[in-house]
């Protein structure tokens, strides 16, 4: 079991950047691909971003890349979602989301087992 926390949300203007936490606990947290997806009012939760456990290597949703950056600190046992020139279509619930590096694919919202609650993010122009 991988219990997800997640910090940084806020309300803040376009152009502006947050950067959102989520922090880990329970199992070993450095074998888990994590993920970022968002959910804005009335649509589907969509993927933003993933980085995998074993390089490291990120992957991007068209609508962040240039924008976004995700990283994590395994001694930490957190993942970080640097958000920059924020636009008010990025206005959603953050969650953050953890799988097994060895089962199912890290692109695949299905397959991540584990979630955090959330946290608001609010962009206004």
């Known amino acids: 079991q991988v219990q997800l926390v997640e910090s940084g949300g806020g309300l803040v203007q376009a152009g502006d950047s947050l950067r959102l936490s989520c922090a880990a606990s329970?199992?070993?947290?450095?074998?888990?691909?994590m993920g970022w997806f968002r959910q804005a009012p009335g649509k589907e939760r969509d993927l933003v971003g993933t980085?995998?456990?074993?390089?490291?290597?990120?992957y991007y949703a068209d609508s962040v890349k240039g924008r976004f950056a995700i990283s994590r600190d395994n001694a930490k046992d957190t993942v970080y979602l640097q958000m920059n020139s924020l636009k008010p279509e990025d206005t959603a619930v953050y969650y953050c989301?953890?799988?097994?590096?060895?089962?199912?694919?890290?692109?695949?919202?299905?397959?991540?087992?584990?979630w955090g609650q959330g946290t608001q993010v609010t962009v206004s122009s």
């Open positions: 980085i995998r456990w074993k390089d490291s290597s990120t």
């Open positions: 329970g199992r070993t947290f450095s074998t888990y691909d």
């Open positions: 989301a953890a799988k097994p590096w060895s089962s199912g694919s890290w692109l695949q919202k299905a397959d991540y087992r584990y």
